[in-house]
């Protein structure tokens, strides 16, 4: 295919070129302009005096006309270059005040429209408790949290932000543990009282368990780390549900054991209302995450959100462990449940 160009006209990197140089020479004389002084305009633009003079004389060049009277002591424009400046200044104005937008809004006080995913329970539980928090300290962020047990799609999703529980193989995303997930195996005393609890992983065979079905369809799987290996199983089943508050209600009601992540347990476990075993055998290679695409370039909303999260999300891990360390061992499900 043959390229026609215009006379006087450029293409490829000539006219990039050409956009480059023009570009730098009209933001050179709009700073001389303003500041009247090439050494201010410099530092203004964060460049040597020499650098804004040689783009003003290419400018000059260019447009084939003269924009500055000077002198030994002063600096003036010509009426060409009144007319230039008076051209330029909206638009110049135009793209300072867009700049100026983006670097406030990784730099400036955060504000702006924050779009937060979370798994369902995780989110109920853990995050949304903490927003309120997080709000009154940023009064200025729109937050909109979103809750669904599928994995996000941040592009197609809109998503500034998600947390996430398991393992995270996504190397799309960046991941950040916010701390280690337990998969808790627990009844309720009264189960424990009139069935017993599982000592090993061959007594859950003689049990009645809850299972979770997960968004794809399949069963979730319960997992133990036997020898330093995961050891994933479907214990027998009495009920099955597809949400995981509800294999916790079924288990307060002493319908069978269930495997949930210790988050959802806490309180039922700091009240005695369950009790757990197999606490030996918890699987160590799992945790809650907060995920986000990437760690450049952050607007400042992003970035005060995820340290607020992070913070509180490690404290009340840290408390919750502190309340709860004494009721993991066999022994102490079974004395609370006699």
């Given at each position: 295919?043959?390229?026609?160009?215009?006379?006087?006209?450029?293409?490829?990197?000539?006219?990039?070129?050409?956009?480059?140089?023009?570009?730098?020479?009209?933001?050179?004389?709009?700073?001389?302009?303003?500041?009247?002084?090439?050494?201010?305009?410099?530092?203004?633009?964060?460049?040597?005096?020499?650098?804004?003079?040689?783009?003003?004389?290419?400018?000059?060049?260019?447009?084939?006309?003269?924009?500055?009277?000077?002198?030994?002591?002063?600096?003036?424009?010509?009426?060409?270059?009144?007319?230039?400046?008076?051209?330029?200044?909206?638009?110049?104005?135009?793209?300072?005040?867009?700049f100026e937008e983006?670097?406030?809004?990784?730099?400036?006080?955060?504000?702006?429209?924050?779009?937060?995913?979370?798994?369902?329970?995780?989110?109920?539980?853990?995050?949304?408790?903490?927003?309120?928090?997080?709000?009154?300290?940023?009064?200025?962020?729109?937050?909109?949290?979103?809750?669904?047990?599928?994995?996000?799609?941040?592009?197609?999703?809109?998503?500034?932000?998600?947390?996430?529980?398991?393992?995270?193989?996504?190397?799309?995303?960046?991941?950040?543990?916010?701390?280690?997930?337990?998969?808790?195996?627990?009844?309720?005393?009264?189960y424990a009282s009139?069935?017993?609890?599982?000592?090993?992983?061959?007594?859950?065979?003689?049990?009645?368990?809850?299972?979770?079905?997960?968004?794809?369809?399949?069963?979730?799987?319960?997992?133990?780390?036997?020898?330093?290996?995961?050891?994933?199983?479907?214990?027998?089943?009495?009920?099955?549900?597809?949400?995981?508050?509800?294999?916790?209600?079924?288990?307060?009601?002493?319908?069978?054991?269930?495997?949930?992540?210790?988050?959802?347990?806490?309180?039922?476990?700091?009240?005695?209302?369950?009790?757990?075993?197999?606490?030996?055998?918890?699987?160590?290679?799992?945790?809650?995450?907060?995920?986000?695409?990437?760690?450049?370039?952050?607007?400042?909303?992003?970035?005060?959100?995820?340290?607020?999260?992070?913070?509180?999300?490690?404290?009340?891990?840290?408390?919750?462990?502190?309340?709860?360390?004494?009721?993991?061992?066999?022994?102490?499900?079974?004395?609370?449940?006699?």
């Amino acid at each position: 295919m043959e390229v026609v160009t215009r006379p006087g006209s450029d293409t490829g990197d000539g006219l990039a070129s050409s956009f480059a140089t023009s570009y730098a020479g009209v933001l050179a004389f709009m700073a001389v302009a303003n500041e009247g002084n090439f050494a201010r305009a410099g530092d203004r633009l964060g460049i040597g005096r020499s650098a804004v003079s040689r783009n003003v004389q290419r400018l000059e060049v260019q447009l084939n006309a003269r924009l500055f009277h000077r002198t030994t002591r002063s600096i003036s424009l010509t009426s060409e270059g009144e007319l230039f400046f008076a051209r330029c200044q909206p638009g110049v104005m135009h793209i300072a005040q867009a700049f100026e937008e983006m670097r406030d809004l990784r730099e400036g006080r955060p504000r702006g429209r924050l779009r937060v995913s979370s798994a369902a329970s995780f989110g109920r539980k853990v995050v949304a408790p903490l927003l309120a928090g997080f709000q009154e300290a940023h009064p200025e962020i729109e937050l909109e949290l979103l809750l669904d047990d599928a994995r996000p799609e941040f592009i197609a999703d809109r998503i500034d932000i998600s947390f996430q529980n398991g393992r995270m193989e996504d190397s799309q995303v960046v991941a950040k543990q916010l701390v280690p997930m337990r998969m808790v195996t627990c009844a309720s005393p009264a189960y424990a009282s009139e069935h017993g609890l599982p000592r090993s992983l061959d007594e859950l065979a003689q049990h009645r368990c809850v299972h979770l079905r997960l968004p794809s369809g399949r069963l979730s799987e319960w997992e133990f780390k036997v020898d330093g290996r995961t050891h994933r199983m479907l214990p027998p089943a009495r009920s099955t549900f597809n949400d995981d508050d509800l294999v916790l209600q079924a288990a307060l009601g002493g319908q069978g054991l269930a495997q949930l992540p210790a988050f959802q347990l806490c309180e039922a476990m700091q009240s005695g209302d369950l009790v757990t075993c197999l606490a030996e055998h918890e699987p160590d290679d799992r945790g809650h995450y907060i995920c986000y695409l990437s760690r450049r370039q952050l607007p400042s909303r992003v970035r005060v959100f995820i340290d607020h999260m992070t913070q509180r999300i490690r404290a009340r891990h840290r408390q919750s462990m502190a309340l709860t360390s004494g009721l993991d061992p066999i022994e102490d499900s079974v004395r609370q449940a006699a």
